[in-house]
């Protein structure tokens, strides 16, 4: 009876979605909006006065994704979409990145990101503010591509 126990609660561990089995839950999905163009841009800082900073996880076991690349972009300061607000970077081999912008003044401030890595579903995803700051500590779980099973 004891085993049986076991073995039930263990395979319902592996039935689990990995984020619940884990606690490290992947980051929603938002919006991609409407001022979305191609980012071609690899760049680490874009403008000053705004340091955005965090970690990209993977949800199956909460550890560091390296080399995510991280695409942003934004308003300006008086509220529009500029091509120089827009740039990619990549997380590090600890899963960490940082960059510098500008607060964007948008009625309601945000800065949009698509964040892929090998193996990961791609997540669209927002950062959305209120108060102006200088330093937004923002990270991302991805969720891993479900394996097929053969």
């Not at 390296?66 to 934004?74: E, L, N, V, Y």
């Amino acid at each position: 009876m004891r085993l049986t126990i076991l073995i039930l609660l263990f395979v319902s561990l592996l039935l689990l979605p990995p984020a619940v089995a884990s606690q490290c839950i992947p980051t929603p999905t938002m919006g991609m909006g409407t001022h979305y163009k191609e980012i071609n841009i690899h760049k680490v800082d874009i403008s000053t006065g705004l340091v955005i900073s965090g970690s990209v996880l993977s949800a199956m076991d909460c550890s560091p994704v390296a080399d995510a690349r991280i695409a942003h972009w934004q308003m300006n300061r008086e509220g529009v979409y500029e091509d120089r607000l827009r740039a990619y970077l990549f997380s590090g081999e600890d899963g960490l990145y940082r960059f510098e912008t500008e607060w964007p003044g948008a009625p309601i401030p945000h800065i949009h990101f698509i964040v892929t890595a090998e193996g990961y579903k791609k997540l669209v995803t927002n950062w959305i503010g209120s108060e102006q700051i200088k330093q937004i500590t923002q990270d991302f779980v991805l969720q891993p591509v479900e394996l097929l099973v053969r």
